[in-house]
């Protein structure tokens, strides 16, 4: 009834299809009203101080207003289906010595009771993306005391490594892509 009420109000969705995450839990729900055309894993993971292992080499710093087009850049080709604004803050970065961004941690959603983390890194920069998350969470625990990051269910490489951190599965998403 809710994705209909939001056709109803955005017609568009009648046309074409869109993305959706969603706890496993409630893919039922879907059954009677989409099409669902594909569908990918996700955990939502969760830190919180109790379970942080902080990382802090190589060094990560806050991003910056010069730091835009460097951002701007890795997300491109690291991470175009995630949104990042400056005034997504904040966000840690780690930076190679010719200035390139190696790996990113912003984020993406926060309120008092919760915050969302997004990312993105270059091939082959797993420790500049534990470095950058470690920075950033710590940072956001002054918001509130867990902060939670969506992983693919099949890296797991990144699963790994965020679990490093101290990161845990909280629960199962999916991403989909469904039409009305």
């Known amino acids: 009834m809710l994705l209909e009420a939001l056709a109803m109000d955005n017609p568009e969705l009648w046309n074409r ?18 099409h669902l055309e594909s569908v990918h894993f996700l955990y939502q993971m969760v830190v919180e101080p109790e379970t942080l292992h902080p990382i802090t080499q190589p060094s990560a710093r806050r991003i910056q207003k010069d ?6 850049d890795l997300w491109a080709t690291a991470a175009p289906w995630q949104t990042w604004t400056l ?9 190679a ?19 969302e983390l997004g990312w993105a890194m270059q091939t082959g920069s797993l420790p500049a993306l534990q470095s950058a998350l470690s920075a950033l ?11 939670y990051l969506f992983v693919d269910a099949t890296d797991s490489t990144l699963f790994d490594a965020c679990r490093r951190l101290g990161f845990w599965p909280s629960e199962r998403f999916i991403w989909a892509t469904t039409r009305l």
Not at 67 to 72: F, I, M, N, R, W
Request: some cysteine; proline content about 6%; aromatic content about 8%.
């Open 17 to 34: 299809p869109f993305e959706i995450v969603m706890p496993v839990a409630n893919v039922p729900l879907l059954n009677n009203t989409t």
């Open 67 to 72: 730091d835009v087009q460097a951002v701007k």
């Open 87 to 95: 005034n997504s803050v904040p966000a840690f970065g780690v930076f």
């Open 97 to 115: 010595a010719d200035g390139s961004l190696l790996a990113t941690a912003v984020t993406c959603f926060a309120t008092g009771d919760v915050v």
């Open 137 to 147: 969470v710590q940072s956001c625990f002054g918001i509130t005391s867990r902060v």
